[in-house]
């Protein structure tokens, strides 16, 4: 580089710099910080920021870092661009223009907005929530920014589906804390599920529907009843639906159990509805697979498809852009029930569902399971139906199985019928079937490799059976699956072959799709051919784009080609939009070509908290349809009297309502003077967490019955660093259409803090590297403490309430030949809500002449010790408190202090001032005035609260002094009183310069001394 360029880089750096430090004076008293940044959902963490006595500006580039917004700074740093949530959604913060640019509107920026000191950029908290959509709130006394998104971050999207589908397989039991175990009952809970729809058409009568699903947990089992109403048809008995079902997985005997309608697999096709009883010993949870098939097929475009076996959720795979599909379905040991749910990208969810068989069947060398079903159909003459199946494990590779059907659509009544499954080797299953007088088939899967696979199905039919309505004699399936990726290019192929013969005659049936991804865009080529000898020849190939333009809209055009007749067949295209965060629109028109007909469809879909909502008009030729339609469900939590709405089905599904209590007094139960906490975060594998600020409490919705989850509980989040949940982790097993709760206390724990020195000839020194040990008297709680190698200062935070002994290692001090004044410490900790911090656990080592004698000493004072704590055990409950009055003083203080976390204060005044009143002797009486004190600063009634706080001072408190001393401060800061507000900030750095308060009593007085010339 030229020694020009150079000299000209130097001076623009200066220049920059120069007019940097030039907007930064024209701040008010600005401060340059690290606060801590707590964003709601995703975590905290400490950032650069620049603080004011109006406002704080937050680091540009450390937030969407945090946040995982994509932000790429400029050549010369005056400017940050990347895209916002999605990836046609472009943002400019601009610094020479003092602008933001997002999307197509530009927001101007006053110069008390926007900072740059040297290459980096801050915006104040007012920009973030107007252009951005971050809630902000500043808490001046902790540095601390609480930032709330109201919009659909990524990032969270991200989160929510890791932790919905975290943990899928279970071939081990995690280790946790603590088992909830299935707790049925007689009657509990209720799910709803509603629907409803309204059609209006050009000449003929309106058309209205109710679909309607209540659940509930009845006898120990889940009830379910489906209705379904037409208004322009008769209600029949096949449209209304009910079922109930009791599963207990750990009797080897009978594991399920079903009464009412039933959906159950039949070797003979059955098209009417069955009214029995079905048992199973296989149980209903997800059992480890060893081996899978492949699956493919086609749904909405872009939307998740969920596969669940023996209604468990073991897999999931979004479509792409044409809809197109394929996922590994997992074959487990036991009976595979395979179930496809379908959520759109907003939210709705498929109301019907893909009942899928498995072929394959397979269990455990030993193993045996049994599936018995007494029924009847539900038609005029009500025939009998039953079916007894049974399966053995010959070995892990190969199971056998066989069974019956009685049933009057095949000759005879009986139809027994024959399973085998082997698996060879890892990569080829085979399964051969027969039904007596009806079919047989054999079934194959080989992995050819990682993710190509081969299909094989070969059936044969008896030319007189009549169970299956089917004129084929013989069917020949075969499937192939190949990805092929080069570069940015992705494909996957699928080819399909099918053969069926009939008589007389053989029909060949081919399928060639290609779903491709190439520079953003999507492509689906699917070409279909049915060849009949003797007949026309029909083959179509249809070819579909996807991609998105400008202001994110998703464009669709597809093209349909009659190869035969040389002639186009359609072509259309469909136009989707998302809109508001929870909006969708989409329109579509399509022309063919055969009958010549215009289809053209417009409508909007909204997804609000409680339902979804929508409307849209169809037009086929002449005839018009105008349809509306509801949808949502409701959920009644009976144990905390709430109701939850969503817009997504709850019926047949499981909830959990966790309770974080601030557990006082250490005994697992939520007592009445015992608050609420918030700030508990919840990782969980599986459903959708809602946390309630208004009740504390943390809803888990959309899980499955019968099953167990794995809980693990984050307190970063928790205001207090002395709280600290009993559990961190748990299992829960859920019921059956009803929320389960849980309380989570949260215990309060003590901080004991002291120091280890030996005596030396120029005084004590401190004693590292010593090690001490806490024992609870009278519990198990053992807890070891290493001194600090530097000074040989001790600390501990961890304690619960109780008794405990502190002393340091007796072997230790026998090696190193010395011993301790005192031999041990008696430390008591007392229930409160803040956390007790007890000081003075000083140690005083020396040489020790005779050890024997030391040790035999300090086992004598030991038990002694233990002998007189559990005689006051014995006589008092209580080891604190003696009287009636300290018990009573403890119960309303823990309520006020309560009352105060929720921001009532008046009733916490109100009930500290009582105590006040009444109990005129105890060791925290003083705290109360400091509360009351805290109590008018809240309401902002600065000189009542003045008068309190000199209170606490007058009566020399040893716990509040320092607190008091910052509140003055404060108080006659805001009522403008600058030197008596710089006078008690003094005090504070002068008498207690370990106090936390530290930090920002100097931030007040170095504004002040800017600012109002104090000093």
Same mark, same amino acid.
């Given at each position: 580089?030229?020694?020009?360029?150079?000299?000209?880089?130097?001076?623009?750096?200066?220049?920059? /710099?120069?007019?940097?430090?030039?907007? #930064?004076?024209?701040?008010?008293?600005?401060?340059?910080?690290?606060?801590?940044?707590?964003?709601?959902?995703?975590?905290?963490?400490?950032?650069?920021?620049?603080?004011?006595?109006?406002?704080?500006?937050?680091?540009?580039?450390?937030?969407?870092? %945090?946040?995982?917004?994509?932000?790429?700074?400029?050549?010369?740093?005056?400017?940050?661009?990347?895209?916002?949530?999605?990836?046609?959604?472009?943002?400019?913060?601009?610094?020479?223009?003092?602008?933001?640019?997002?999307?197509?509107?530009?927001?101007?920026?006053?110069?008390?907005?926007?900072?740059?000191?040297?290459?980096?950029?801050?915006?104040?908290?007012?920009?973030?929530?107007?252009?951005?959509?971050?809630?902000?709130?500043?808490?001046?006394? /902790?540095?601390?920014?609480?930032?709330?998104?109201?919009?659909?971050?990524?990032?969270?999207?991200?989160?929510?589906?890791?932790?919905?589908?975290?943990?899928?397989?279970?071939?081990?039991?995690?280790?946790?804390?603590?088992?909830?175990?299935?707790?049925?009952?007689?009657?509990?809970?209720?799910?709803?599920?509603?629907?409803?729809?309204?059609?209006?058409?050009?000449?003929?009568?309106?058309?209205?529907?109710?679909?309607?699903?209540?659940?509930?947990?009845?006898?120990?089992?889940?009830?379910?009843?489906?209705?379904?109403?037409?208004?322009?048809?008769? /209600?029949?008995?096949?449209?209304?639906?009910?079922?109930?079902?009791?599963?207990?997985?750990? @009797?080897?005997?009978?594991?399920?159990?079903?009464?009412?309608?039933?959906?159950?697999?039949?070797?003979?096709?059955?098209?009417?509805?069955? %009214?029995?009883?079905?048992?199973?010993?296989?149980?209903?949870?997800?059992?480890?697979?060893?081996?899978?098939?492949?699956?493919?097929?086609?749904?909405?475009? @872009?939307?998740?498809?969920?596969?669940?076996?023996?209604?468990?959720?073991?897999?999931?795979?979004?479509?792409?852009?044409?809809?197109?599909?394929?996922?590994?379905?997992?074959?487990?040991?036991?009976?595979?029930?395979?179930?496809? +749910?379908?959520?759109?990208?907003?939210?709705?969810?498929?109301?019907?569902?893909?009942?899928?068989?498995? =072929?394959?069947?397979?269990?455990?060398?030993?193993?045996?399971?049994?599936?018995?079903?007494?029924?009847?159909?539900?038609?005029?003459?009500?025939?009998?139906?039953?079916?007894?199946?049974?399966?053995?494990?010959?070995?892990?590779?190969?199971?056998?199985?066989?069974?019956?059907?009685?049933?009057?659509?095949?000759?005879?009544?009986?139809?027994?019928?024959?399973?085998?499954?082997?698996?060879?080797?890892?990569?080829?299953?085979?399964?051969?079937?027969?039904?007596?007088?009806?079919?047989?088939?054999?079934?194959?899967?080989?992995?050819?490799?990682?993710?190509?696979?081969?299909?094989?199905?070969?059936?044969?039919?008896?030319?007189?059976?009549?169970?299956?309505?089917?004129?084929?004699?013989?069917?020949?399936?075969? /499937?192939?699956?190949?990805?092929?990726?080069?570069?940015?290019?992705? &494909?996957?192929?699928?080819?399909?072959?099918?053969?069926?013969?009939?008589?007389?005659?053989?029909?060949?049936?081919?399928?060639?799709?290609?779903?491709?991804?190439?520079?953003?865009?999507?492509?689906?080529?699917?070409?279909?051919?049915?060849?009949?000898?003797?007949?026309?020849?029909?083959?179509?190939?249809? #070819?579909?784009?996807?991609?998105?333009?400008?202001?994110?809209?998703?464009?669709?055009?597809?093209?349909?080609?009659?190869?035969?007749?040389?002639?186009?067949?359609?072509?259309?295209?469909?136009?989707?939009?998302?809109?508001?965060?929870?909006?969708?629109?989409?329109?579509?028109?399509?022309?063919?070509?055969?009958?010549?007909?215009?289809?053209?469809?417009?409508?909007?879909?909204?997804?609000?908290?409680?339902?979804?909502?929508?409307?849209?008009?169809?037009?086929?030729?002449?005839?018009?349809?105008?349809?509306?339609?509801?949808?949502?469900?409701?959920?009644?939590?009976?144990?905390?009297?709430?109701?939850?709405?969503?817009?997504?089905?709850?019926?047949?599904?499981?909830?959990?309502?966790?309770?974080?209590?601030?557990?006082?007094?250490?005994?697992?139960?939520?007592?009445?003077?015992?608050?609420?906490?918030?700030?508990?975060?919840?990782?969980?594998?599986?459903?959708?967490?809602?946390?309630?600020?208004?009740?504390?409490?943390?809803?888990?919705?959309?899980?499955?019955?019968?099953?167990?989850?794995?809980?693990?509980?984050?307190?970063?989040?928790?205001?207090?660093?002395?709280?600290?949940?009993?559990?961190? &982790?748990?299992?829960?097993?859920?019921?059956?259409?009803?929320?389960?709760?849980?309380?989570?206390?949260?215990?309060?724990?003590?901080?004991?803090?002291?120091?280890?020195?030996?005596?030396?000839?120029?005084?004590?020194?401190?004693?590292?590297?010593?090690?001490?040990?806490?024992?609870?008297?009278?519990?198990?709680?053992?807890?070891?403490?290493?001194?600090?190698?530097?000074?040989?200062?001790?600390?501990? #935070?961890?304690?619960?309430?109780?008794?405990?002994?502190?002393? =340091?290692?007796?072997?230790?001090?026998?090696?190193?030949?010395?011993?301790?004044?005192?031999?041990?410490?008696?430390?008591?900790?007392?229930?409160?809500?803040?956390?007790?911090?007890?000081?003075?656990?000083?140690?005083?080592?020396?040489?020790?002449?005779?050890?024997?004698?030391?040790?035999?000493?300090?086992?004598?004072?030991?038990?002694? #010790?233990?002998?007189?704590?559990?005689?006051?055990?014995?006589?008092?409950?209580?080891?604190?408190?003696?009287? +009636?009055?300290?018990?009573?003083?403890?119960?309303?203080?823990?309520?006020?202090?309560?009352?105060?976390?929720?921001?009532?204060?008046?009733?916490?005044?109100?009930?500290?001032?009582?105590?006040?009143?009444?109990?005129?002797?105890?060791?925290?009486?003083?705290?109360?005035?400091?509360?009351?004190?805290?109590?008018?600063?809240?309401?902002?009634?600065?000189?009542?609260?003045?008068?309190?706080?000199?209170?606490?001072?007058?009566?020399?408190?040893?716990?509040?002094?320092?607190?008091?001393?910052?509140?003055?401060?404060?108080?006659?800061?805001?009522?403008?009183?600058?030197?008596?507000?710089?006078?008690?900030?003094?005090?504070?750095?002068?008498?207690?310069?370990?106090?936390?308060?530290?930090?920002?009593?100097?931030?007040?007085?170095?504004?002040?001394?800017?600012?109002?010339?104090?000093?």
């Amino acid at each position: 580089m030229n020694r020009s360029l150079t000299r000209f880089l130097i001076l623009l750096q200066w220049v920059l /710099s120069i007019a940097s430090f030039a907007q #930064l004076s024209e701040i008010e008293s600005p401060e340059h910080v690290f606060l801590l940044l707590n964003v709601k959902n995703i975590g905290a963490q400490d950032i650069d920021a620049i603080l004011t006595s109006e406002t704080v500006f937050l680091n540009v580039m450390e937030v969407f870092e %945090l946040l995982h917004i994509k932000a790429r700074p400029s050549v010369f740093a005056d400017s940050i661009s990347g895209f916002y949530i999605d990836e046609n959604n472009s943002y400019l913060i601009d610094y020479p223009n003092r602008s933001v640019t997002l999307g197509s509107k530009v927001y101007p920026l006053s110069p008390q907005q926007f900072i740059r000191i040297n290459s980096r950029l801050y915006l104040a908290l007012e920009p973030w929530e107007r252009i951005f959509g971050l809630e902000t709130e500043f808490d001046f006394r /902790s540095l601390s920014v609480d930032m709330t998104p109201d919009v659909d971050l990524p990032l969270i999207r991200q989160m929510q589906r890791q932790k919905l589908r975290k943990n899928l397989q279970y071939a081990r039991t995690p280790q946790v804390d603590v088992h909830i175990p299935r707790n049925p009952s007689w009657l509990d809970g209720a799910f709803l599920d509603w629907s409803l729809a309204n059609s209006v058409y050009k000449d003929k009568p309106s058309d209205q529907t109710l679909q309607a699903a209540v659940g509930a947990e009845i006898a120990g089992g889940d009830l379910e009843l489906f209705t379904y109403q037409r208004s322009r048809s008769p /209600s029949v008995s096949n449209q209304q639906r009910y079922r109930w079902r009791y599963v207990n997985n750990e @009797n080897p005997l009978l594991r399920q159990l079903y009464v009412g309608k039933l959906d159950i697999h039949t070797r003979t096709l059955i098209p009417r509805p069955m %009214l029995g009883v079905h048992v199973t010993n296989s149980p209903s949870r997800y059992r480890h697979s060893f081996a899978s098939v492949k699956l493919s097929d086609r749904t909405q475009p @872009n939307w998740m498809v969920e596969l669940y076996v023996n209604r468990v959720l073991v897999d999931f795979v979004k479509a792409d852009a044409s809809g197109y599909y394929e996922m590994n379905v997992p074959i487990g040991y036991g009976y595979t029930l395979v179930t496809l +749910k379908f959520i759109g990208p907003w939210g709705e969810e498929r109301s019907l569902e893909r009942w899928i068989h498995i =072929p394959y069947h397979f269990l455990p060398a030993g193993e045996w399971n049994y599936a018995l079903t007494l029924a009847r159909f539900m038609n005029p003459k009500e025939e009998p139906f039953y079916k007894l199946q049974t399966n053995i494990g010959l070995a892990d590779w190969f199971t056998v199985g066989g069974g019956y059907e009685f049933s009057r659509m095949v000759p005879g009544g009986f139809a027994p019928f024959i399973d085998l499954s082997a698996r060879i080797k890892d990569n080829i299953i085979i399964s051969a079937n027969k039904v007596d007088q009806v079919m047989e088939s054999v079934n194959t899967s080989v992995s050819l490799s990682a993710n190509t696979t081969l299909l094989g199905e070969f059936v044969r039919y008896n030319p007189a059976q009549k169970a299956i309505p089917t004129n084929n004699l013989q069917e020949l399936k075969l /499937s192939l699956f190949m990805p092929f990726n080069v570069g940015d290019y992705r &494909s996957t192929m699928r080819l399909k072959y099918q053969r069926s013969m009939l008589p007389g005659y053989h029909i060949n049936h081919w399928e060639w799709d290609i779903s491709s991804y190439f520079w953003g865009a999507n492509s689906h080529l699917s070409t279909f051919s049915y060849q009949t000898p003797g007949l026309d020849q029909y083959t179509v190939t249809r #070819l579909e784009l996807f991609f998105r333009t400008w202001r994110q809209f998703l464009l669709r055009p597809f093209y349909g080609y009659n190869w035969p007749k040389n002639q186009t067949l359609l072509y259309g295209i469909s136009v989707e939009r998302q809109f508001a965060h929870k909006g969708y629109f989409y329109l579509q028109m399509e022309k063919n070509r055969q009958n010549d007909a215009l289809t053209a469809q417009v409508g909007i879909r909204y997804e609000f908290p409680y339902m979804l909502a929508g409307s849209g008009m169809s037009q086929f030729r002449e005839q018009i349809v105008n349809t509306q339609f509801l949808r949502g469900s409701l959920g009644l939590d009976s144990k905390q009297k709430h109701v939850t709405y969503d817009h997504i089905s709850s019926v047949g599904r499981a909830a959990i309502t966790l309770s974080p209590f601030l557990d006082i007094n250490a005994n697992n139960i939520h007592d009445v003077n015992e608050p609420r906490v918030l700030g508990m975060d919840i990782e969980l594998n599986g459903g959708r967490i809602e946390y309630c600020d208004a009740d504390t409490l943390i809803r888990i919705t959309g899980l499955e019955p019968y099953r167990e989850y794995f809980l693990k509980v984050n307190t970063l989040g928790l205001e207090n660093i002395a709280w600290k949940p009993r559990f961190t &982790s748990m299992s829960v097993f859920t019921d059956p259409n009803a929320f389960k709760s849980v309380p989570l206390p949260v215990i309060v724990q003590a901080e004991i803090q002291g120091n280890v020195s030996i005596e030396t000839l120029d005084g004590l020194k401190g004693k590292g590297g010593m090690t001490l040990y806490c024992r609870e008297l009278g519990g198990d709680q053992l807890y070891q403490i290493k001194s600090d190698p530097y000074n040989g200062d001790i600390y501990y #935070l961890g304690l619960k309430p109780g008794t405990f002994i502190v002393y =340091p290692d007796p072997l230790q001090l026998k090696s190193l030949d010395l011993r301790s004044k005192p031999r041990y410490r008696i430390v008591r900790v007392r229930p409160s809500v803040e956390g007790e911090i007890i000081k003075g656990l000083n140690f005083v080592l020396d040489r020790e002449p005779n050890w024997d004698e030391w040790l035999d000493r300090l086992q004598d004072e030991m038990e002694a #010790l233990n002998r007189e704590i559990a005689e006051i055990e014995t006589m008092s409950n209580d080891l604190f408190y003696a009287h +009636k009055s300290d018990t009573l003083f403890q119960d309303l203080y823990n309520q006020a202090l309560s009352l105060f976390m929720q921001r009532r204060y008046p009733e916490a005044h109100t009930l500290w001032q009582q105590i006040l009143d009444e109990i005129p002797s105890h060791p925290l009486w003083v705290n109360c005035h400091y509360w009351i004190g805290e109590c008018h600063h809240a309401q902002n009634a600065y000189r009542a609260a003045i008068d309190k706080f000199q209170t606490v001072l007058e009566l020399n408190s040893t716990y509040k002094t320092d607190d008091a001393l910052y509140m003055l401060g404060q108080c006659y800061f805001r009522i403008e009183q600058y030197k008596d507000s710089a006078l008690y900030f003094k005090q504070l750095l002068d008498k207690h310069p370990t106090s936390e308060y530290i930090p920002n009593a100097r931030h007040f007085l170095h504004a002040m001394q800017k600012n109002h010339q104090i000093w």
